[in-house]
């Protein structure tokens, strides 16, 4: 098993309370959402804020650190409810799995927005995205580490563990392209379907019932 960080005490991992950001990455958050990172310029963010753009350079170095600085907060927030998620399946591999597959789509939902920054990270700089690709690691670490545990005890098919992370990440990492709420589907609903799918991929579709 790979270590991995302490989750914080969460009161429910599937209740999402609005992220405490300040008043620059809240309307940067608006910003990014509406027009993209590169079609929002730093006047644009200083003037839905109130402020000028020699202020605003006080707290953020530049625009790319506001992103960053979102991007980070986002992370953090998911790894921690994972972690909690994965905490509350006690020692049943399949329940710490589908757990943690839940967690996921519903931070996809509950905050599509955040997790849709993910596709400017074009816009970041080599140093910036190492570093962001290592604090984001840690979800893939915690992936890697439960469908190895149920390949361990024999409730999970994979021949290719690394393979089968892969493409479940990217399966759920993908919903906050698609997803709005108040669409069709509530979040719950969604990590419903998914959570089956995703016990699919790792070979246990008659654990589905289990998921719900």
């Known amino acids: 098993m790979t270590a991995q960080p302490t989750p914080r005490r969460l009161a429910n991992w599937r209740e999402f309370e609005a992220l405490q950001l300040d008043p620059i990455l809240e309307h940067a958050l608006d910003a990014f959402g509406e027009n993209g990172f590169h079609g929002t310029s730093v006047r644009d963010l200083a003037r839905r804020i109130g402020v000028t753009v020699p202020a605003l350079y006080y707290h953020y170095e530049n625009k790319e650190a506001v992103l960053v600085a979102l991007l980070h907060t986002a992370v953090r927030d998911l790894t921690e409810r994972a972690l909690a998620a994965v905490a509350a399946g006690g020692d049943d591999p399949v329940r710490r799995f589908t757990h943690f597959v839940e967690a996921i789509v519903l931070n996809s939902t509950y905050r599509s927005r955040q997790s849709a920054l993910d596709s400017e990270l074009r816009h970041v700089s080599p140093q910036n995205r190492r570093h ?81």
């Open 132 to 212: 962001y690709a290592e604090t984001r690691k840690h979800i893939e670490l915690i992936a890697l580490d439960l469908v190895d545990e149920g390949v361990e005890r024999g409730v999970f098919v994979v021949d290719d563990i690394a393979e089968a992370v892969r493409a479940l990440l990217g399966m759920c990492q993908s919903i906050a392209r698609w997803y709005r709420i108040g669409g069709p589907l509530t979040p719950h609903q969604v990590a419903a379907r998914y959570t089956v799918i995703a016990l699919r991929i790792v070979g246990c579709p008659s654990a589905a019932a289990r998921a719900r």
